[in-house]
């Protein structure tokens, strides 16, 4: 199992940024995706999740309405949109999955919401 994230950067207070998480290994279409953020000095939280049957959602508090969760099966990749970004979304963004058991963790991208 193979989770790689892109997409991260620095942005302006109000901007937005679309990361991507590509999946490999595993049966993507079968399997629920989530993001979790880790600021700096902070444990690492759950933000969305997007469920492999009938692809419904969760969100965090912390960014409903802001944040969007959604994947492609032909690309085996999940994606988070990023609207309205706070400079309390500072983080380092990661993609999971959960596969025979096995939580499984992408390397992360930063970003960074700063003027």
């Known amino acids: 199992v193979q989770l790689v994230e892109s997409g991260g950067g620095l942005v302006q207070p109000g901007g937005s940024l679309r990361l991507s998480c590509l999946a490999s290994?595993?049966?993507?279409?079968?399997?629920?995706m989530s993001w979790y953020r880790q600021a700096p000095g902070k444990e690492r939280e759950w933000v969305a999740t997007?469920?492999?049957?009938?692809?419904?959602?969760d969100y965090a508090d912390s960014i409903k309405g802001r944040f969007t969760i959604s994947g492609d099966n032909a690309k085996n990749t999940v994606f988070l949109q990023m609207n309205s970004l706070k400079p309390e979304d500072t983080a380092v963004y990661y993609c999971n999955t959960r596969y025979r058991f096995v939580r499984y963790w992408g390397q992360g991208t930063q970003v960074t919401v700063s003027s």
């Open positions: 997007i469920r492999s049957a009938g692809g419904s959602t």
């Open positions: 290994g595993f049966t993507f279409s079968s399997h629920d």
